[in-house]
């Protein structure tokens, strides 16, 4: 699909999980126009949950890497992110996500005394 007719999509259509689709589709579109994915970056940063969770569900690591990269999300969405992956069972992501919370935020020692 070409992204003009991606961005048509994206501007017309009235359904969240269309309009969602066609904003990553966008986003990650070689060939889309600088205003279109500014547009469309708006769009995922307010609706980052929805957008890393159908990425985690479709096991697009590298997609979920790019949004990453834009700093949208904190810790906490982060362990949100994690147990999606965990309960759909999506081990790439899961991995992927794990990886990037000892990375940015590590792993706590927790203390069991007795």
Known sequence: ???TKIYQ????TGQD????????????????????RQEYALYLKKRIRPAMEALIR???????????EQGWYGKKELETFIR????ESRLQSM????KQ??????????????
């Open 1 to 3: 699909m070409t992204e």
């Open 9 to 12: 999509r994206f501007r017309s």
């Open 17 to 36: 999980p269309v309009r969602l689709q066609a904003a990553l589709d966008g986003f990650f579109a070689s060939d889309g126009e600088e205003d279109h």
């Open 58 to 68: 479709s096991q697009q690591v590298d997609r979920m890497e790019a949004l990453t």
């Open 84 to 87: 999606t992956a965990r309960e």
């Open 95 to 98: 991995v992927w996500l794990m």
């Open 101 to 114: 919370k000892n990375d940015r935020y590590g792993y706590e020692d927790r203390e069991y005394s007795l």
